[in-house]
């Protein structure tokens, strides 16, 4: 035998991960879309009581306490949610139910990494269609491909916009296949699309506690959809795919919704201060309802840039990729990492 892998396995790149930064680090982190602030401190008490018979058993399957906090803030049955171990594990899910070979995946690009790394292992074909960039989906593309399964990042990523309902209303309406609506970032936006599952039996709301809950290294996502496809979902599932701590831990932070609010205000609020003081520094910066901002240096040097922050020890994202290649992403911080972030940026526009 010639490899070990499958052709398709043999054949993938695979993902680098961004560069992991410990705890406690003095870097300046701005590269992954996390929450500058902590999580619930209501999460402490939930780990500093945990009875250890919780990690003696194995957990419950089907998450009932966990979707049942996220079904009371979202005034949904609970039959309508699945949950996953990151949002990304229900990327997985559906694709692994849904896609292979000639049932291909179709998204817009550029777009969140994952998609094609997906269709790779599946493997399934896939069809890119390009983004406009304009704020609004090439839904004529979108629909001209068909896909078994289409990925809307909505807010979208990684220009930042949102994506109006009508126009996710009118996909949902002429695709067969299934739509995955990742809204990884809705915590930061000023819409949801969750109406349209009640619309469209074809749909699936994605969402995490990574981004507006501060739990990135908890691993929790969710997903929304009418039962009978989230049934078709459940069988390609880990069983235990939530670990009995991050249940209880997620549960909690659910419940404290005045927390969350609280930190994506603070966010929302220090991302209008960032993209002022950047337009001043004549950045073009794209109007985000995320927790990031992606800009244009004046003169497009983004590579220099970002490899000359990162010897500052400040990390934001840059993307070697057509159409990013001049850009960068910028995770929004605290207002006082912003600030250092800024004095950096005015250090070097013009290198
Ligand atoms: C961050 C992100 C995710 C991943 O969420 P996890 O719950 O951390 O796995 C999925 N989709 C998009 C578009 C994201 O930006």
């Known amino acids: ?46 780990l500093q ?14 998450a009932n306490e966990l979707r049942q906090a996220i079904a009371a803030v979202l005034q949904i049955p609970l039959d309508w949610i699945i949950v996953g171990n990151g949002c990304d594990e229900l990327l997985h899910v559906v694709a692994r139910a849904c896609a292979e070979g000639k049932r291909q995946v179709v998204y817009p690009t550029p ?44 807010p979208n990523s990684p220009f930042g916009h949102g994506v109006a309902i009508a126009e996710l209303r009118e996909l949902a309406a002429r695709l067969t296949g299934v739509l995955v609506i990742d809204e990884a970032y809705v915590d930061f936006a000023e819409e949801t699309a969750l109406p349209l599952v009640q619309e469209f039996e074809n749909v699936i709301i994605l969402r995490t506690l990574s981004k507006g809950y ?50 994506v205000a603070k966010v929302k609020a220090s991302r209008t201060k960032l993209a002022q003081d950047l337009q001043h520094l004549a950045f073009r910066v794209w109007n985000s309802q995320t927790n990031f901002l992606l800009v244009e240096p004046p003169q497009k040097n983004a590579e220099q840039i970002f490899l000359a922050l990162r010897e500052q020890d400040i990390w934001i994202r840059y993307f070697h990729q057509p159409g990013l290649k001049d850009k960068l992403r910028i995770t929004i911080g605290t207002n006082e990492q912003n600030q250092t972030l800024w004095e950096g940026l005015r250090q070097w526009r013009n290198i």
């Open 214 to 263: 501060s739990l990135a290294g908890l691993r929790l996502g969710f997903g929304i959809a009418q039962p009978q496809l989230l049934q078709g979902l459940l069988k390609v599932k880990d069983t235990y795919n939530i670990d009995a701590i991050a249940a209880l831990v997620g549960a909690a932070a659910m419940r404290d919704q005045t927390y969350k609010d609280t930190c």
């Open 49 to 62: 009581n945990l009875d250890l018979e919780y990690l003696r058993r194995y957990p419950d399957a089907n």
């Open 111 to 154: 777009t969140y990494m994952l998609y094609p790394l997906l269709t790779e292992i599946q493997p399934a074909d896939r069809i890119e269609v390009a983004d406009p960039a304009d704020g609004h989906l090439p839904i004529e593309s979108l629909v001209a491909a068909n896909g078994a399964v289409t990925f809307i990042t909505a």
């Open 1 to 46: 035998m010639s490899s070990y892998f499958r052709p398709n396995v043999e054949a993938m790149k695979g993902h680098t991960p961004s560069h992991y930064l410990k705890p406690g680090s003095p870097s300046i982190k701005l590269n992954s879309n996390e929450n500058p602030y902590p999580p619930s401190p209501t999460i402490r008490a939930v």
